[in-house]
Nanobody, 122 residues
């Protein structure tokens, strides 16, 4: 019903920057919130940043002040600008969609992308 495709991950050195992108496609009626979550080597998934339909944002404590989330004005697409990367930022970054789809059932719906790997060398 909805697919999310992330891109932009890679290997960088500590202190460098990286930008991730996520494109949502499918029978999307409306978007309530889209954002980024990451999973570290301990398999714990945590909030990185989210963006609501009205433009509000929320950041995880570990990335506050270093990462910035934004949205394309015409597409169901979000970005994550990551600055001053640290080794502890290493992990798999997942894009998440929350909203409603076209159809007879308009209940809230959520979906996850496949993830993109970010590795920060120490």
């Amino acid at each position: 019903q909805v697919q999310l495709v992330e891109s932009g991950g890679g290997l960088v050195q500590a202190g460098e920057s990286l930008t991730l992108s996520c494109v949502a496609s499918g029978t999307i009626n409306s978007v309530s919130r889209m954002g980024w979550y990451r999973q570290n080597p301990s398999n714990q998934r945590e909030l990185v940043a989210t963006l609501t339909d009205d433009g509000g944002s929320d950041y995880g404590e570990a990335v506050e002040g270093r990462f910035t989330i934004s949205r394309d004005g015409l597409l169901h697409k979000i970005y994550l600008q990551m600055n001053n990367l640290k080794p502890e930022d290493t992990g798999t970054y997942f894009c998440k969609f929350e909203g409603r789809l076209f159809g007879l059932d308009s209940r809230p719906f959520s979906s996850w992308g496949q993830g993109t790997q970010v590795t920060v060398a120490s």
